[in-house]
């Protein structure tokens, strides 16, 4: 059974890697995830504003650690160790580089342009594989434009192209109008593959304190169908590698996602919960479902189920409701 899959020009094993958090700041975690087949590592960002890292830390932090598993509790590390500077970033690319086997993906989020260029060639000389570009933002201006805001993300790619070049994956959002279209122009300029998506951390109320409140709930296997749609939508209109993020907490979801279209898979709150034998049951799980299904490799289901090859490609673009409200049964 031939699992293997190439994600942004890496060859790897099979599709299933930890995606950006601070699980990979801890060597004893990274080791854990390597020896439980993980195909690559992708670290958590480096932030370039401290503000958005000091948020992000706190919050999932505090958040996170509600809910695992005792025996994951040793997985998650300290919250100091997922507030890392730039230089302590760059030096943690080295060490993970001389500790693991498997490709090192970092990951950056930068607020000005000559941030973003600067660290990305600085990640480069720290040894990493492969970047992942974050572009986390929440559009409150009401002067900028969606054309806007993709031309930001376009100009940062165009930069960062030029600098380094180590192959490049954006990830993105699903709030953009004409996805397949942007999508498209960041292939075109040279990214290697594409990341759907990221996950937006929603803030909550709390009407008796009149406070905001900032608990990050995560994901469960009901996110992947958005991922699954854009996938499958994708797939046919692009060569660039593209990774799904969001929802995988199976090995079904793993199957799912790759007929979708999708390269490689990445887990984050799965691993959270429950640790490194999980990354190792779902590369297990993959390969014992497609033995009883009688596939011979992975490129054999990639895309199987994308908009061009699926029996039902309307069911993709329907985005109204009405004929699926027909179809429901109390
Ligand atoms: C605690 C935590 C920290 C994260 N840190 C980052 C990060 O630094 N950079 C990034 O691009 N995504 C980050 N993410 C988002 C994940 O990479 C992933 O896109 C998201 O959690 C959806 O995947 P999941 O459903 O498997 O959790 C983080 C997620 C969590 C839960």
Redesign the pocket.
Known sequence: MNLETEYLGLKLPHPIMP????LVDSLDTVRALEDAGAAAIVM??LFEEQIIRDQ?STH?HQA?SEGITPEASTFFPEQEDYMLGPEEYLATVQRLKETVDIPVIA?L?GSSMGGWVDYARLIEQAGADALEI?TYHVATNPEESGADLENRTIEILRNIRSAVEIPLAV?LSPYFSSLPHFAREIQALGAEGIVLF??FFVPDIDIEELEMKQK?Q??NST?LRLRLRWLAILRPQLECSLAC????HRATDVIKSVMAGADAV?????L?HEGDKRMRSMIDGLREWMEEHEYESLTQMKGSMSLRHCPDPAAYVRANYLQTLQLWKV
């Open positions: 995606g950006a958090s601070p958590h960002s992000w999932q996170v990951s989020n974050n990830k990221n996950r990050l995560l994901s996110e993020s969001g929802g995988v990445q887990c984050v709150a799965v959270l």
